[in-house]
Structure formats: C-alpha cells, structure tokens
C-alpha cells in the first residue's frame, strides 16, 4: 500500500508541474521510486492513476465533517475547520481536475466512476448540508436556515480561493488563509446562530 501511495502522491506532484498531456507512467514511476512495471501492478493506465488520485484526496474532507462533530465544540469552530478542509481538498483537487478538463474521454470515464460510488464534489455539499441540517435539530442553528444554500455559500468561497491561488501562482488575497476563513464564517453566521 505505501508503493501505491507514493504514486499517487508523485502523480500528483508530476501534474502539477508537467500537465497530463505531456506525462508519462515511466516519469511518474521514476518519481514515486518504482519500477515502470510497479506502476502498472497498482494502476491499469495513466487515467486509472489520475481518478484514483482525484477519488482518494476526498477522505479527509469526510473525516472532518463526520457525525462526532455534531453538537461539540462551538458552531464557529466547525464551520471554520470544515471551511480550511474544504480549502485544502480544493487545493489539491484543483490540478488533478484540470488534467481531467483537458481530456474529455477522461472526464467520461470520471463522470461514470462518480455515477457507480456517488461522490465527488457534490458529495461535499451533500455532508455539510447533513451537518447543517444536524445541528439545527439540536437548536445550535436556526431552522430558517436552509441546509444546502448554507453549504454552497459556505464551499463556494472555499473553492474560489483555492481556484484564485492556483491560478495567480500565489496568495492574492489581502488577508491571510486563517483571517479568509474566520472572516467568511462569521458572515455567514450572522443571525443564524440563535440567541440564547
């Protein structure tokens, strides 16, 4: 399994770098420190490697925002922590799905692979709306607000600032990371956490 994730984790670098018309196996094989033929006991093709790729950054995402969180800690503290994981998931979700946009019968392939396992970036949406929805039931959260909106408002900005940083090259923002993330939370809790 640790073969496995060196090459992911070098196909991910090598994309970032080189693109995935211009990428070979034998270049990511020499990254990840394998054998070209190591790279294919894991991975059928290249496209394999690339869902796989796109497919396993998404856990982390899911752990963050799982049931264990519900009713701990302070509403705020939440959000912003699932607002940096979103971050951090479009960060690195952003070079593998260009690869994708950049090949359209790849992109058919991925588009069937999320039909069979009903993921991907919706799925995102999906959990922080269930999460929304969980902690409203507990009156943590008014229950004017709507689940869904409150998760597009919330992962729409997270997205444009990864999507803003990959393309600048650098953070073009006037605040920082942690001051974006605080500043978008407390917006969208106005009024929405009830007055107790």
């Known amino acids: 399994m640790r073969t496995r994730q060196y090459i ?5 670098r090598m994309l970032q770098t080189k693109g995935l018309a211009r990428l070979t196996n034998k270049e990511i094989a020499e990254a ?3 054998a070209e033929g190591t790279l294919y006991n894991h991975f059928e093709t290249k496209e394999a490697l690339i869902l796989a790729a796109i497919e396993e950054n998404q856990p982390e995402f899911f752990t963050v925002v799982g049931e264990d969180r519900i009713g701990e800690r302070s509403i705020e503290e939440n959000i912003q922590e699932i607002a940096r994981a979103a971050i951090r998931y479009y960060q690195k979700l952003l070079p593998l799905t260009t690869a994708l946009f950049a090949d359209m019968d790849l992109l058919a392939h ?10 991907g970036p919706l799925g995102l949406y999906e959990i922080v709306a269930s999460y929304v929805a969980a902690e409203q039931r507990l009156g943590r959260l008014k229950p004017e607000i709507e689940p869904f909106a409150f998760a597009a408002l919330l992962l729409g900005p997270c997205h444009q600032y990864a999507y803003i940083q990959y393309f600048q090259g650098f953070n073009p923002f006037p605040v920082s990371q942690e ?6 939370v407390k917006t969208l809790l106005q009024g929405g956490i009830p007055v107790k």
């Open 110 to 119: 991925f588009r069937l692979r999320l039909q069979e396992h009903q993921r």
């Open 32 to 34: 990840a420190g394998c």
């Open 8 to 12: 992911l984790d070098a196909a991910e």
């Open 179 to 184: 001051q974006f993330v605080a500043d978008l």
